[in-house]
Structure formats: structure tokens, C-alpha cells
């Protein structure tokens, strides 16, 4: 019954895989290919360098503000009905006339407790932190893509432990089947390791499946076709150049608290609000402006030429004039208290920021010096368990042992190479995470 039920599964998976694989050309895949296309195509990446450009833009707009606004307008129309003549101090009785205004005007604020100029101040700071933003953005592309990377790397590599190891069962059936058929094993033994056949087959479906749902995830971070069939290729890294005594873990807090974007838009975040707090505050002062203006008239209704009535009818007005609020329904102090709350909490953000640098920076430390322990670990058991598996296959050959020893000394020589590929592969990207920390990362840093 058992080995129907396993049969029946290994039929369903078998049908369910081969439905879904592709026909077509299977291309390779580098990490640094991978890291490039998701940094061309990841939208929230894309999004924020557009918001950048916005941040641009309102910075040249402060800029702007500190110096002269200049307007001119002109105005055309005709009038119907009595009308008094200015030039010729006289009134038109049911007159219809043609006429047309023109003026320049300009302006520009002298005082107003120093509102622009803190407006500018904080517009720069936006600037700056939707650039730490856009480039810690970017590391956290770098950095996802790097776990579903080597997530799908361990399973690539399970797929082949698990298909070498199901072409040893294979091998080993086949030798016990001649043994059974000569009568030097019992039959019980064919029927064993039959089962160990079909359960590797099971669990080489089992791996192809998990390897095709991961590099699913992985094209849905990329925004590449998902049935597009792609391999991963391993990267070339040396292991044996990773040393963490090359760090110092104080070391490491001064460069990520100096590198970290996130910490620095923080910072400048935190700038921008106290600036802005600076610049409401102002609106409660009296403000000092300049003004200056040209304008002329004319209408048909007077004899004079359209250029003479130009040049008759000009006036220019200059003066200095202050707004002084006394009362505005307390929309000013609103507006203070307002930034002000957000420049407080701007700065518990900034703390908090610190915080989780330090936390990051200290689990990554430990993180790398376990794997470089863990893969040292992982490079003495496998040589074990080979060694072990090779003197259990001798044993089981020459029928000094049962079938039982032998394959638990076939299972623990697998696993020996699953937790030795794995440990390999954490600690290459281990590095990857050590940068991502110290915010050190960057397309160019990868090996």
C-alpha cells in the first residue's frame, strides 16, 4: 500500500512539473546580471528617482522666491453708455468705446523673518534626503535580490545532490538485484531499496518543484516573463578571501552610522523640519516688500493717437509696503505647532534610525562570523560522512553490515553535501549582507 501511495505521487508531481516547464532555450543568469536588471526595472526604485526630480524642481522654486516677481498684463474692451473722458475732462452721452490697459509690475519681499531663506534651507534638505533615499533604495533591491538569489542557488544545488543521490540508489538497486537473483542477498533487500529509489525519485520532483517556485519569486522581483526557463550561475567568488577578522566591530558602528543612507535621510529630514519650523514661525512677523509698477491706457473716445495716448496716459508707482498680522484665526500658530510636532518627532526618528544601524550591523557581525564557522563545521562533517559512507559501502559490499547501516550512512553523506553547499553559499552572500549593513553596497562593490 505504501509503495502504491508513493508511486501514485511521483506520477502526480511527474505531470504537474512537466505541464508547467517550458519548451524553449534555457539562458543563463549571473548575480550581477540579475542585480542589474532589477535595478533597471524595480518600481518603487523608479518611482523615487521621478520624486526626485520633483525635489529638484521645488528646490530651484525656493531659490526663486528670494528675488523679484515681475508680472504684466494687458486688457482690451469696449464700453456702452455715458462715459467721462479723463484727457478731455468732458462726458460722452451714450458713447461706445474701444479701449486697452496695460501694465508691469514688480515685487520683492525685503523682510519677512527670514521665511525664503529657510524655505531654501529646507528644500535642500528634502533634496538631499530623496537622494540618500533613492541610493538606500537601491541597496535594498540589491539586498532582496540576493536572498532570492542564493535561496534558488541552495536549491539548485539540492536538485543535484538529490539527482546524484538517486542515481546511487539507482546503481546500488541494480547491484542488489543481481545479488538477489544469484541468491546471495534476500529478497527483502530488493524490495528495501526499491523504495529508496522511488523516495529519491519523490524527492528529486520534490526539489525541481521548489527550485520552479523560487525562481518564480525571483522573476517577479526582476519584472521578468515568469515562464520565461532561466539557470542560475554560480558565482565565481574565492570563499577562502572572507576573513572576519578584518573587522572591527566599533569600527564597523563609526562607518555605517557615516554611510548609512537611511541614517543620513533621517538626519536631513530631521534638518529639513527644523527649518520649516523656522519658516512658520516667521508668518507671525511683520513683512517688509518693495513694489514698483508701469502702466498706460487707451481709448478711441479721445482724439489723441493710440501711441500719443500711450505715452500721454503712463504712470509708474513705486513705494514699500508692510503686512503686519494681528489677528488670523490662529491659522498661523497652527501651522508652528504643527511643524514643530514634526520636527520632534523627526528627531525620535533619527534615534530610533541610530538604533536599528547599530542592531544591523551587530547582527551581521555575527552573522558572518557563523557562517565562516558554520562552513568550516560543514567542510569537516562532509569529509566524515564520505569517509564513513565509503567504509559502510565496503562493509555492505562484502556483507559484513545490513542494508539499514548502509543507508544511513548514504543519508547522512547527502545531507553532509546539502549543509556544506549551503554553508558555502551563505557565506559568499554573507559579505553582500555585511555591506548591506555598513551601507557600503552598491553595484559596483559586488564581486
Do not use: H
Amino acid at each position: 500500500m505504501k509503495k502504491n501511495s508513493i508511486l501514485l505521487i511521483l506520477s502526480s508531481l511527474s505531470f504537474a512539473f512537466t505541464a508547467y516547464a517550458q519548451d524553449g532555450q534555457i539562458t543563463k543568469l549571473s548575480f550581477n546580471e540579475a542585480v542589474k536588471i532589477g535595478l533597471d526595472n524595480n518600481l518603487n526604485l523608479n518611482q523615487q528617482k521621478n520624486n526626485l526630480e520633483l525635489s529638484q524642481a521645488q528646490r530651484i522654486s525656493a531659490y526663486s522666491n528670494i528675488g523679484p516677481r515681475l508680472t504684466a498684463s494687458a486688457q482690451a474692451w469696449r464700453t456702452l453708455g455715458n462715459q467721462f473722458i479723463e484727457q478731455e475732462a468732458r462726458v460722452v452721452n451714450d458713447a461706445r468705446t474701444n479701449n486697452f490697459f496695460g501694465t508691469v509690475n514688480a515685487s520683492m519681499v525685503l523682510f519677512n523673518g527670514l521665511n525664503r531663506v529657510s524655505a531654501v534651507q529646507e528644500s535642500g534638505a528634502r533634496l538631499d534626503a530623496q537622494q540618500y533615499f533613492i541610493k538606500r533604495s537601491e541597496q535594498d533591491v540589491i539586498s532582496n535580490i540576493s536572498s532570492q538569489f542564493l535561496q534558488c542557488l541552495l536549491d539548485q544545488e539540492a536538485l543535484t545532490i538529490e539527482e546524484q543521490n538517486l542515481e546511487l540508489q539507482k546503481r546500488q538497486f541494480n547491484q542488489i538485484k543481481e545479488q538477489v537473483a544469484l541468491g546471495a542477498r534476500a529478497p527483502v533487500d530488493e524490495y528495501n531499496q526499491e523504495f529508496q529509489v522511488k523516495d529519491a525519485e519523490l524527492k528529486v520532483l520534490r526539489a525541481k518543484n521548489t527550485l520552479r517556485n523560487d525562481k518564480a519569486i525571483l522573476s517577479n522581483t526582476l519584472l521578468l516573463d515568469p515562464v520565461e526557463n532561466f539557470d542560475l550561475t554560480n558565482p565565481e567568488w574565492d570563499v577562502a578571501k572572507l576573513d572576519i577578522a578584518e573587522y572591527s566591530l566599533e569600527e564597523m558602528y563609526q562607518q555605517a552610522e557615516a554611510r548609512r543612507a537611511d541614517l543620513q535621510r533621517a538626519k536631513d529630514l530631521e534638518s529639513a523640519s527644523k527649518y520649516n519650523v523656522r519658516a512658520n514661525f516667521s508668518s507671525v512677523l511683520p513683512t517688509l516688500s518693495a513694489f514698483a509698477g508701469y502702466n498706460s491706457r487707451y481709448s478711441n473716445a479721445s482724439t489723441p493717437t493710440f501711441e500719443n495716448q500711450l505715452m500721454d496716459n503712463k504712470r509708474t508707482q513705486y513705494g514699500l509696503q508692510l503686512d503686519i498680522p494681528i489677528f488670523t484665526n490662529w491659522q498661523n500658530r497652527t501651522s508652528y505647532v504643527q511643524s514643530r510636532v514634526t520636527y520632534d518627532n523627526a528627531k525620535l526618528t533619527t534615534e530610533g534610525t541610530k538604533i536599528t544601524v547599530k542592531n544591523d550591523v551587530l547582527r551581521a557581525y555575527q552573522n558572518f562570523q557563523d557562517a565562516i564557522l558554520a562552513y568550516q563545521a560543514s567542510g569537516a562533517q562532509l569529509k566524515a560522512a564520505e569517509v564513513n559512507f565509503g567504509f559502510q559501502k565496503e562493509r555492505y559490499d562484502l556483507a559484513i553490515t545490513d542494508l539499514i547501516q548502509f543507508t544511513q550512512a548514504s543519508r547522512d553523506y547527502v545531507q553532509a553535501q546539502t549543509t556544506f553547499a549551503q554553508s558555502k553559499y551563505r557565506l559568499m552572500f554573507q559579505k553582500i549582507l555585511m555591506d548591506y549593513a555598513l551601507g557600503t553596497l552598491s553595484f559596483e562593490s559586488i564581486p
